[in-house]
């Protein structure tokens, strides 16, 4: 209950009167008009929504805030490797992608028809594909064994390009040189995907921290939504606690002229139920 200094009619000998409770003042507006206790009620329901929004939403960002903080200790282990695994993925792909036509051609040497010149191209692709992942997995692992897979695929790397230089010799190009350079291109080439697809492996996050990265952006967007509910909410209540005082501005202004400042700011706690956001 709040005291206030209230003046004599003449302006002389002041005296603390209290403020009267908002509570009643409350219960006596409503009964004067259903409508006026219908807007209570959906103000009390606003109030709740706000408290039930709030909650949710620091569950989620607080949620989002513990998703975010393993995917940093994730990513500060492997600080080299922080690229989106899917784009470097296909990054990698792609270099294999490229070295299609190569194989095809390396191919053509030793297949008697084109379903197992297919079959051949399509084994040679995957022989690279291979060699660019165990250079991968290996090469934080095993050293030795790193060695050894590059020693492999730079001899398989050659073969193909002998392979090459046999069937463009073979083919109507013209003179052994031509054929030659042919095949030292399309094996440079080969060679330059090959490094380029490992380095984009390389470059690519952990798959552990590829998973917590995406839990970490769906539990910040959940704690977005959350933020924008919550912000629907007090909007909601704004204008229901506003659409309330200006109805009830009127018998505060005829019962309590002096002191109107005062009683819609205790009536203001008393519908937020606090102090208002």
């Known amino acids: 209950m709040t005291a206030t200094n209230l003046g004599s009619a003449d302006g002389r000998d002041p005296v603390m009167t209290p403020l009267p409770d908002v509570t009643g003042v409350v219960l ?13 009620e959906r103000i009390r329901q606003a109030r709740d929504d706000v408290l039930s929004a709030g909650a949710h939403y620091r569950r ?13 200790i ?87 390009g002998v392979l090459r230089y046999l069937f463009l010799s073979t083919v109507g190009v013209t003179g052994y040189q031509t054929a030659r350079v042919g095949a030292v291109l399309f094996t440079a080439a080969t060679a330059v995907f090959l490094l380029v697809g490992y380095r984009a492996l390389r470059a690519a996050e952990k798959p552990a921290a590829w998973r917590a990265r995406l839990a970490a952006r769906r539990a910040g967007r959940a704690a977005d939504q959350a933020a924008e509910r919550l912000t629907a909410c007090l909007d909601d209540q704004h204008r229901h606690v506003g659409a309330y005082l200006s109805e009830i501005r009127g018998t ?10 005062q009683m819609e700011d205790a009536l203001r706690k008393h519908l937020y139920g606090s102090e208002p956001s």
């Not at 505060?252 to 400042?261: A, I, K, Q, T, V």
């Open 28 to 40: 006596e507006f409503n009964d004067a008009n259903p409508a006026y206790q219908s807007l209570w």
């Open 60 to 72: 989620a960002r607080g949620f989002a805030s513990q998703q975010q903080g393993a995917y940093k």
């Open 74 to 160: 994730l990513q500060n282990l492997h600080r080299e490797r922080t690229a989106p695994l899917g784009r470097q993925l296909a990054i990698a792909a792609l270099t294999v992608v490229l070295d299609a036509v190569a194989c095809w051609f390396a191919a053509q040497a030793i297949g008697d028809d084109q379903l197992e010149t297919f079959a051949w191209a399509g084994l040679f692709l995957a022989v690279l594909a291979s060699g660019e992942v165990a250079l991968d997995y290996y090469r934080d692992r095993s050293m030795r064994a790193w060695r050894l897979v590059l020693a492999g695929l730079s001899a398989f790397v050659v073969g193909l």
């Open 252 to 261: 505060l202004l005829s019962e309590y002229p002096r002191h109107l400042d």
